[in-house]
C-alpha cells in the first residue's frame, strides 16, 4: 500500500512567522503535490514536483515555496504566514505515467 | 467557467437507495477521470478510475464516462450510511494537470 505521511495533523502559526510543512512518501514516487483545501472551492494546487530538485508553479504559488532535496520527501515553507493562509493543506504523490494520485492526511493549519 | 462542475449538494438518499453523483469537465480532450471519496476530517481517498467511454463496476459502485457530452458520473447501489461522504471528481488536462471539482456532499439516511 502507498503510504504518504505529512508531519503534522493540526498546527497553530502566529502572522509573520515561517512555516514549514513536511510530506514523506515510501513508495518511490516521482511526481509529488501540494494542495490546499478550502470549503466551496475544492483542492487547488500550489506547487508540484516531477522528481527530485524540480518544482513547477501551481495555480496558487503566491506567499509560498518548495523543496525536494530527498525522492521521498516534499516540502512546503510559508514564507511569512498570513491569516488567508488558514486552511487544510493536502500532500499527494503518484508514479510517474500514472494519472493516480495519493494522498497524506493533511494538514489543518490555523495561522492566527 | 469552472474546469470541472460538481453539484456541492447535500445529496441525501435513504439507505439501500441508489445515489447518483454527477461532474461536467470542460477541456474537451481531457482522456483520465477519477472519484475519490473524502470523509469529514480526512484526506481524498480514489475509489474509481475511468478512462473509456461507457460504464465500468467495482462492487457497489458504478462509474460512467460520456465524452462527448463531457461529464463523468460515480453511482452507488445499494447506499449505506458509511457511504456519507464528500465524493470529488478529478479530471486529467490536456497538460497533465488534475483538476478537482469542489466536491458534493453525499449523506446516506437510515
Known amino acids: 500500500d502507498v503510504k504518504v505521511t505529512q508531519s503534522s495533523r493540526y498546527l497553530v502559526k502566529r502572522t509573520g512567522e515561517k512555516v514549514f510543512l513536511e510530506c514523506v512518501q515510501d513508495?518511490?514516487?516521482?511526481?509529488m503535490f501540494w494542495y490546499r483545501q478550502d470549503p466551496g472551492l475544492g483542492l487547488r494546487l500550489i506547487y508540484f514536483s516531477y522528481d527530485v530538485k524540480m518544482k513547477e508553479k501551481g495555480d496558487i504559488p503566491e506567499g509560498y515555496s518548495v523543496s525536494r532535496e530527498k525522492k521521498e520527501r516534499f516540502s512546503l515553507i510559508l514564507e511569512s504566514a498570513s491569516t488567508n493562509q488558514t486552511s487544510m493543506y493536502l500532500c499527494a504523490s503518484r508514479i510517474q505515467g500514472s494519472y493516480e494520485q495519493y494522498f497524506g492526511p493533511g494538514t489543518r493549519l490555523t495561522v492566527t | 467557467q469552472k474546469e470541472v462542475e460538481q453539484n456541492s449538494g447535500p445529496l441525501s438518499v435513504p439507505e439501500g437507495a441508489i445515489a447518483s453523483l454527477n461532474c461536467t469537465y470542460s477541456?474537451?480532450?481531457?482522456?483520465?477521470f477519477f472519484w475519490y471519496r473524502q470523509y469529514s476530517g480526512k484526506s481524498p481517498e480514489l475509489i474509481m478510475s475511468i478512462y473509456s467511454n461507457g460504464d465500468k463496476e467495482d462492487g457497489r459502485f458504478t462509474a460512467q464516462l460520456n465524452k462527448a457530452s463531457q461529464y463523468v458520473s460515480l453511482l452507488i447501489r445499494d447506499s449505506q450510511p458509511s457511504d456519507s461522504a464528500t465524493y470529488l471528481c478529478a479530471v486529467n488536462m490536456d497538460n497533465n494537470d488534475m483538476r478537482f471539482g469542489a466536491g458534493t456532499r453525499l449523506t446516506v439516511k437510515p
Open positions: 477541456d474537451r480532450v481531457s482522456q483520465s
Open positions: 513508495m518511490d514516487h516521482e511526481n
